[in-house]
């Protein structure tokens, strides 16, 4: 597992913090609210892509298993 992935879902989390707190103590509850929203989206999109990508090998591994052997 490539360790850029922890990184890039890490930065995500802090940047989403951090513009939270801001648009909270301007005043913006529901703007802070959708972009901490939008923060989780993109992480979340970004699991289920490595999800996929781990079927996927998954698959591809035990179709070389179930090849028959003579």
Do not use: H, R, W, Y
């Amino acid at each position: 597992m490539n360790i850029d992935i922890i990184f890039k879902i890490a930065a995500i989390g802090i940047l989403t913090a951090v513009v939270g707190q801001v648009l909270k103590n301007s005043g913006k509850d529901d703007i802070s609210t959708l972009a901490t929203l939008a923060g989780v989206i993109i992480v979340l999109f970004m699991v289920v892509q490595m999800i996929a990508e781990l079927f996927s090998s998954l698959k591809t591994m035990f179709s070389f298993c179930l090849i028959p052997i003579f």
